[in-house]
């Protein structure tokens, strides 16, 4: 499976971006899509996922209420809509897929895309 993250900038604090990110390859493979996080000097850090079968989503409690995922099925494709940004929500922003045993924990994830850079400036 490969993943292709697109969406990432510079936005000001209280601004709006969208992350996609789009899957190719054996993609069967996927149940969940998820975003993850990792900032300067800090550990990655689960954000949301979503299942492909039935459109659940988990959410980190930092982001609850700012940020939404969904899926397009069809199309192999996650969104993270992410409102009132916060300088804290400065991060590399990572999607991954895989079948996870325990929701928005890195190692549970089996396919990684590179990274899109969220910048949210004070």
């Known amino acids: 499976v490969q993943l292709q993250a697109s969406g990432g900038g510079l936005v000001q604090r209280g601004g709006s971006l969208k992350l996609s990110c789009t899957a190719s390859g054996s993609v069967f493979r996927i149940n969940y899509m998820g975003w993850f996080r990792q900032a300067t000097g800090k550990a990655r850090e689960g954000v949301a996922h979503i299942s492909t079968s039935d459109g659940r989503a988990l959410y980190a409690n930092s982001v609850k209420g700012r940020f939404t995922i969904s899926v397009d099925v069809a199309k192999n494709t996650a969104h993270l809509e992410m409102n009132s940004l916060k300088a804290e929500d400065t991060a590399v922003y990572y999607c991954?897929?895989?079948?996870?045993?325990?929701?928005?924990?890195?190692?549970?994830?089996?396919?990684w895309g590179s990274g899109t850079q969220v910048t949210v400036s004070s």
């Open positions: 991954a897929v895989g079948w996870p045993s325990i929701p928005l924990i890195e190692s549970e994830y089996d396919y």
